[in-house]
């Protein structure tokens, strides 16, 4: 296995050459002749010949504008010594001719001007300093072969053989879990399913805001799976040298072939796999890497037995290229935790510290919702820092809380963490749409109910179950769809009667619909069977124009309002009039934060006896 762990540094190593080359040769050639170079100053006639006749004469130079003499001293001093040549005549000067001789001064030749260093400094140095770059640069060149190939030995492609970690590191994410359960069968046993032709996935992406143990999930993987695990980063990808990055996918992926069964991890993928279109500036490098992904995800053997794990917090900006079946077509969700996995969590991580036993993980699990994994593992972290400093050897709950205000409260993630009061308006707020809807469709409402506030500014939400898919929606069922994303915002009101921003997604899409309803699918008495919006494009989002002229476009507007008040409307009266089983499920959910489809139907059961829900299971 080639472990190239040391030569992180390694890879912009020809800039680190240039540099120097550069500064070398502005050093020698702008600032140390100036310093080297002799100075020279003027003497008097007598002067200089008291300086010969004192002995203090090294050589002496006779030119027909002036004498100079090098000092005995010069490489102290650095100093010439000139007077002008007073003689018209050459031998007028015969006096000075035998005093010279007498002392025995040669004056026939010139001095030498400059000095020796400062000519090895000039010219020397640059020179040397040029070739070795050249024979830096070929060698490299050389190393791999191929002409210009820098990404090559430049990869900081790894393996670590064992991650160290497993999935008891990794508490609170079994759904997750679940799903990475199959990968690692598939990594220790690759002929169970290639005997039956399944193939399995190439790549699994592991989805989640930040901190909830992605890149810790990715190496639990790879340590229960007891395979290597390559991993680099996206940003890593894209560096200086345009090629770079794809030829350090090739050698990933190469390493990766050789070495299967293994896992190839690539962490923050949102660096290279940004969506291509709709973005202003381009990016060659990127694109060039993100191309390279993408055809050696196809290119290889998915039956040898790599897989590929991604993480990123942003899916949504991904190149739509890459979430296409045959590569990460796997989706895996890594969510912030509920209260009992930050329970877990907790206890995870205080495994190596010391605690006295009135630490109560409930509490502080209570007091952090929204809070990652990283955010709990760092809150234990300062709780005993903050131990040490008051002198203690145990950590105390007192420690704990005040870590949690540091922690959460005293960074920018105050905005991620609810305040209580804020969370009884979620609260209210999601069993508005889940009550809504079980009461209009007579329907299990949703598949799960989280008031637990993500990242993406979503303060909670209510997970649909997925319906049988339907091709033709009717304009009944249209509207309701409508009334149950207002039923959220009536909820509020009717319990606080105030209303908040946590409203604004459902208003878009409400929106939307009621603007579809007139616009598009010609549902409306006033508007009748006309097209008034088209898309502009088939394949890339679904922006559109409006297709018709001003007037009429405010009419639609007006239509669009009227529609959305009679739903609000509707959705008020509905929870209005079961407003008690509306109290008690928002005072369940406000207490566990996550609701499950069944609690929340065996919830409706015992509160409204007399309305019996359906089922509403995936193709049912
Ligand atoms: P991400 O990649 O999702 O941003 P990391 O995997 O880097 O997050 O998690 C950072 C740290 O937080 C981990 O090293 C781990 O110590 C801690 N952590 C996060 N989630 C969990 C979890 N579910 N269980 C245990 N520790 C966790
Ligand atoms: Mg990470
Ligand atoms: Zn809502």
């Known amino acids: ?146 002409v210009m190939s820098f990404g090559k030995n430049t990869s900081k492609i ?32 690759p002929g169970k399913y290639t005997a039956i032709g399944a193939k399995l996935p190439k790549g699994a992406l592991l989805v989640g805001p930040p901190g909830t143990g992605k890149t810790l999930m990715a190496k639990a993987v790879a340590g229960e799976a007891k395979v290597p695990f390559f991993s680099l980063s996206g940003s890593e990808f894209v560096e200086m040298f345009v090629g770079m990055g794809a030829s350090r996918v090739r050698d990933l992926f190469k390493q990766a072939t050789q070495n299967a069964p293994c896992i190839v991890f690539i962490d923050e993928i949102d660096a290279i796999g940004k969506s291509r279109d709709n973005s202003f500036s381009t990016n060659d490098e990127r694109e060039q890497t993100l191309n390279q992904l993408l055809s050696e995800m196809d290119g290889f053997d998915s039956s040898k037995g790599v897989v590929i794990l991604a993480a990123t917090n942003r899916p949504e900006i991904l190149d739509k290229a890459l979430l296409r079946p045959g590569r990460f077509d796997r989706r895996i969700i890594v969510d912030l935790p509920d209260q009992q996995g930050r329970i877990d969590i907790l206890n995870v991580h205080a495994k190596n510290v010391l605690m006295e036993p009135d630490v109560n993980f409930e509490v502080i699990a209570r007091a952090t919702p929204g809070a990652s994994g ?4 760092n809150i234990i972290n300062e709780a005993a ?65 989280t008031i637990i506030p993500r990242t993406s500014g979503t303060l909670g939400y209510v997970m649909h179950v997925a319906k049988k898919e339907k091709v033709l929606m009717t304009k009944k069922e249209l509207l309701e769809e409508i009334i149950i994303l207002t039923g959220g915002r009536a909820s509020e009101e009717i ?53 018709c002229s001003e007037a009429t476009h405010s009419k639609i507007d007006e239509e669009i309002q009227t529609i959305v008040a009679d739903c609000y409307k509707k959705a008020v009266k509905i929870l209005s009039e079961h407003k008690a089983t509306l109290d008690a499920i928002a005072s369940v959910l406000y207490e566990k934060e996550n609701l499950t489809g069944d609690e929340f139907m065996k919830l409706f059961a015992e509160l409204e006896p007399d309305i019996v829900l359906t089922r509403n299971e995936d193709g049912v």
């Open 1 to 146: 296995m080639s472990t190239e762990k040391n030569n992180k540094k390694k890879s912009p190593i020809f800039i680190y050459y240039a540099i120097l080359l550069i500064t070398v040769l502005v050093i020698s050639y702008m600032f140390v002749p100036k310093m080297l170079e002799p100075k020279t100053k003027e003497i008097s006639f007598s002067e200089f010949v008291t300086m010969i006749k004192e002995d203090k004469a090294e050589e002496v130079e006779i030119n027909p504008s002036e004498y100079k003499i090098k000092p005995k001293d010069f490489k102290e001093s650095n100093t010439y010594y000139v007077t002008g040549n007073i003689y018209n005549d050459f031998h007028e000067s015969s006096a000075l001719l035998s005093l010279l001789d007498e002392k025995g001064l040669k004056y026939d030749s010139p001095i030498i001007e400059s000095s020796y260093w400062l000519e090895i400094i000039v010219y020397v140095v640059p020179a040397l300093a040029t070739i070795v770059f050249f024979f830096l640069m070929y060698r490299a060149m050389n190393k791999k072969g191929g």
């Open 158 to 189: 790894y393996a670590e053989t064992s991650t160290g970690k497993t999935f008891a590191d990794v508490a609170g994410q079994e759904e997750a879990k679940q799903n990475l359960v199959e990968i690692i069968d598939f990594l220790n046993n």
């Open 374 to 377: 990283a955010d709990l593992e």
């Open 385 to 449: 820092l903050r131990a040490v400093r008051a002198g203690k050897t145990r950590v105390s709950q007192k420690e704990m809380e005040e870590a949690i205000e540091v922690v959460i409260a005293g960074e920018e993630k105050k905005n991620r963490v609810m305040s209580d009061e804020e969370k009884r308006i979620v609260a209210y707020h999601e069993t508005g749409h889940a009550l809504v809807t079980s009461l209009l469709t007579h329907t299990e409402p949703v598949h799960k109910i």
């Open 495 to 547: 319990e606080f009667d105030s209303i908040t921003t946590g409203a604004a997604n459902d208003i878009e899409r409400a929106t939307e619909m009621a603007r579809n309803i007139i616009t598009t699918y010609g549902m409306s008495d006033n508007f009748g069977f006309v097209n008034w919006q088209k898309k502009n494009n088939l394949y890339l989002g679904d922006s559109k124009t409006m297709n």
